[in-house]
């Protein structure tokens, strides 16, 4: 055809392969020698890096880390033990268990730079960082109360066996002086605990299936941590003055509080007795001890009483040094005492105040053999059936001070004193491992359960005991809050007789929470002779209480029932007050219920809760329900803390 040339397709000269065996002349480079060699070499690079790089080094940290996990297991039963020798030994062999663990993980190092799997890695290492520095602190702890073993309660050798008692006590506190400046070297190494901990992100672990589970025990974690830096950071303005407050350079006077719990009162109890303690080096010598009338007589000019007392004490018009702790704040109600006490002709120049309740007798004696004998007279804490089952010592304290008798008794409260100083001879005349580490342990509880309460007037001292919630201190806090605070104005010892239960319920509706606190009061047993003729010991008669609950500020009351007074709302301590009062008879019941809304909502799942104990109880049954149903119950023996789940 015209405009085309004819193609000469010469199948003999040109070669046509056809896709088939182009395949196959692909996979035959493919899988040539020198490929499969190359692909061969990267196959096995790849195993041995995950046999040796990866599966062998993980095996080897998980071994390492159970090993330092049990010895850990190991070191913390010797603390709960407080067994300061073994511990002693069991933290150094956690420091190397854990070493090794440490050493191990830096063989994964390159996961540092991998995405996703370096948040893990970074976690862990800063976990075994965190543990590695509390263990350091946890180290200078014991060497610095190895020594001590014997004196504070802790299972070990000590060093304080040899001399007279007083010998033993002055070397302590000597030696304290070497030993609290290194409080700083421990809060130095649990802030760098916090600072790994605080790099640790619970986002990386997600809040369901197995993640749940290391979320909360993080999130735990980090909540203590940053507890115990806190507490230790404040409290150690107290720890470095702790010698100057013993008495190491000059000698320091505290007036010593004997509170009535069985009277109760806001602060702990009615004062009846007091004392004054000298310390030297240690030493406590007692220079007087004395019922608190004779000095409350002593006041000139003393003020009209507060309304309180002049409405529920009608009989009393001027306010008494020893109705002076009507504040629930232990440190203000002693800045009121003070203002009447430094008035007074036998007042003497002291550096704080120390107050006490029979919680501290009665356990005192309990663990010196209990048995003490005081102007002739065996004192025990066997249950005494005159006063329903209270402790003997008890009952004879009320019947000599509070019997009426048909002649002037002069000094019935100075038994108090003589207790006092029979019980300190007993146990100083003793080694320390026989009564010293119980009783050191006890005055903790104790002092934890507000028994005993300071108010130091030296301000780095004062702050440390705050610190360690010793000072009997209304707290601010953010969330819900309760504290009941009641005064027995009776002058019977009704508190031996009345049992107080509580339940608080919570009612929560788009965020908005309803409280209902509802207390219980019950008095089972019957009437005293309450005859002063007769010369009977007026212990069970009613109870006329004075009660003021204190919630959050700005809470709204809704409704009340069981006061036999017009209920009053207020502000105190920075907190809102719902005042009221009520009576127990014996062999009677009362109630009395408070329904109000909290001046906030609910934000999240979870309500943070602060209930606040009064000083002088002993531990009512409180129950916590939330729309209807029961999410906690305690006794209040100390101040509670909660995150409630709503």
């Not at 004193?417 to 050191?440: H, V």
């Amino acid at each position: 055809m015209p405009g085309f040339e004819k193609i000469d397709l010469d199948l003999k000269n040109d070669t046509i392969i056809s896709q088939p065996t182009m395949a196959r002349k692909k996979r035959k480079t493919w899988q040539s020698p020198k490929n499969l060699k190359l692909i061969g070499g990267i196959a096995a690079a790849v195993v041995l890096f995950v046999v040796f790089g990866l599966i062998l080094p993980l095996l080897s940290v998980v071994k390492s880390a159970k090993t330092t996990f049990a010895q850990t297991k190991v070191l913390s039963a010797a603390f709960k033990q407080q067994n300061i020798e073994v511990a002693s030994v069991e933290i150094g062999k956690t420091q190397v268990a854990l070493a090794d663990t440490r050493e191990k993980m830096k063989m994964l190092g390159y996961m540092h730079f991998i995405p996703v799997v370096n948040f893990y890695y970074d976690d862990a290492t800063h976990l075994l960082n965190a543990g590695d520095e509390g263990l350091k602190a946890g180290a200078i702890v014991i060497e610095s109360l190895k020594p001590y073993a014997d004196v504070l309660g802790l299972k070990g050798e000590g060093s304080f066996v040899g001399g007279s008692a007083e010998d033993r006590i002055k070397t302590a506190v000597l030696s304290l002086g070497h030993i609290t400046p290194r409080i700083d070297e421990i809060a130095d190494r649990l802030v760098k605990v916090r600072t790994e901990i605080e790099q640790v992100k619970t986002s990386h672990y997600p809040s369901f299936l197995f993640g749940k589970k290391i979320n909360t025990q993080l999130t735990q974690v980090k909540e203590l941590t940053d507890q115990g830096v806190a507490f230790v950071d404040e409290a150690r303005p107290l720890v470095k003055v702790l010698p100057s407050l013993l008495g190491e350079k000059e000698d320091k006077r505290y007036l010593v509080l004997f509170q009535n719990d069985k009277e109760l009162r806001p602060t702990g109890g009615f004062i009846t007795a007091y004392a004054i303690f000298r310390l030297d080096k240690g030493v406590i010598h007692l220079e007087r001890s004395d019922d608190i009338y004779p000095i409350d007589d002593s006041i000139p000019n003393k003020p009209k009483a507060p309304a309180s007392i002049l409405k529920y004490l009608p009989k009393v018009p001027t306010l008494n040094l020893r109705d002076s702790n009507l504040s629930p704040d232990f440190i203000e109600s002693m800045k009121s005492f003070n203002s009447l006490y430094d008035r007074a002709s036998g007042s003497v120049d002291v550096d704080g105040i120390i107050a006490i309740d029979t919680g501290v007798l009665v356990s005192t004696i309990k663990i010196l053999d209990d048995q003490i004998t005081v102007q002739g007279q065996t004192y025990t804490t066997k249950p005494d059936q005159r006063c329903g089952g209270c402790p003997q010592v008890i009952y004879e304290l009320e019947d000599n001070i509070s019997r009426p008798v048909n002649f002037v008794r002069t000094d019935r409260k100075g038994l108090l004193g003589d207790m006092l100083t029979s019980l300190m001879s007993k146990a100083l005349s003793s080694s320390p491992k026989i009564y010293w580490g119980p009783l050191f342990q006890s005055m903790l509880a104790q002092t934890h359960q507000k028994h005993i309460m300071f108010y130091l007037y030296d301000k780095e001292a004062q702050a440390g005991v705050e610190a360690l919630r010793a000072a009997g201190k209304i707290e601010p806090f953010e969330g819900d809050y309760l504290h009941i605070n009641e005064a027995n104005f009776g002058g019977a010892k009704s508190n031996l007789f009345v049992d107080e239960a509580v339940t608080a319920e919570y009612n929560i509706s788009n965020g908005t929470i309803t409280k209902t606190v509802t207390i219980e009061y019950k008095n089972t047993y019957p009437p005293s002779d309450c005859n002063l003729e007769r010369g009977g010991l007026c212990l069970n008669a009613e109870l006329r209480d004075w009660i003021r609950v204190y919630v959050p500020k700005g809470s709204e009351l809704v409704d009340s029932k069981g006061s036999e007074v017009k209920l009053t709302t207020s502000e105190d301590l920075g907190k809102t007050v719902f005042e009221g009062f009520l009576t127990v008879r014996p062999l009677g019941k009362t109630t009395f219920t408070l329904t109000y809304t909290l001046p906030f909502k609910v934000e999240g799942n979870q309500l943070p809760v602060l209930i606040q104990k009064q000083p002088g109880t002993y531990g009512f049954p409180y129950t916590i329900k939330v729309n209807g149903r029961t999410v906690e119950k305690f006794d209040l023996l100390t101040d509670k803390e909660l995150k409630l789940k709503v």
